[in-house]
């Protein structure tokens, strides 16, 4: 482990002590010491009564912080590197030389900085990726969290779980949290990056369709309680 790699891992563990998050710029895009957003937390943003099966051709990367050169935000699941890893793992073929992995080790991939991932982990990847897959056969696995925007559902939980679906040609379950882009800890970050927006585009133009996308759904349930439907 590299020196920088132990100044992060030593601040993010005082953040999380003293219950403090922080966002910072990094070469490649917004980073987060302490990150606050986890997959309990999805719970609370489920639309009542949303849950449907959506095929993976309708299943798209999201907001991920990064600049526009490194973003996936947009790309298709069955594009992503989430998607080049399972096929990886299930043709035991060596993961470490998947572009997960690169993207994991330079930071490339999400809110987090970047890590040498170790034998050991990527072992954990195999194996989370079996009981992963026992649990979509068996039907029992967690719904995918998607965000809903002019059509298309984003995954902002459970891109691994979506990955292992796509790969066994099944259409997994999924429930609607789009309230959840509206969470003070996005639109802090859209913030820092309006400070640089020409360095991100993709989810400037991303924010504004959601904004958008959520004043117009807002309106047409005014409207429809207005006349009493």
Not at 180 to 188: A, E, P, Y
Not at 199 to 208: A, P, T
Request: charged share 25%; with cysteine; proline share 2%.
């Amino acid at each position: 482990m590299n020196v920088s790699v132990r100044i992060r891992n030593r601040i993010s563990s005082t953040f999380n002590t003293m219950f403090v998050s922080a966002l910072y710029e990094a070469r490649v895009g917004i980073k987060c010491f302490n990150q606050i957003i986890s997959s309990e937390m999805f719970e609370y943003f489920v639309v009542d009564n949303s849950e449907e099966i959506i095929s993976t051709d309708n299943l798209y990367l999201a907001f991920d912080g990064l600049k526009d050169r490194y973003s996936l935000l947009d790309k298709l699941l069955i594009e992503s590197p989430h998607f080049g890893l399972i096929k990886s793992i299930s043709s035991n073929e060596d993961a470490r030389t998947t572009e997960y992995v690169a993207r994991r080790n330079n930071g490339t991939l999400d809110f987090l900085g970047p890590v040498s991932l170790s034998s050991q982990y990527i072992d954990s990847l195999c194996r989370k990726f079996r009981e992963r897959k026992r649990l979509i056969e068996l039907q029992e696995y967690e719904p995918i969290k998607v965000v809903l925007i002019n059509g298309k559902h984003y995954i902002f939980d459970g891109k691994h779980t979506a990955a292992t679906c796509a790969l066994l040609g099944v259409s997994p379950k999924c429930v609607d949290v789009t309230p959840v882009v509206f969470d003070s800890f996005f639109w802090w970050v859209r913030q820092k990056m309006s400070k640089h927006a020409a360095d991100y585009q993709k989810h400037m133009q991303w924010f504004d369709s959601a904004k958008t996308a959520y004043f117009e759904k807002s309106k047409l349930t005014a409207s429809r309680v207005d006349c009493g439907i």
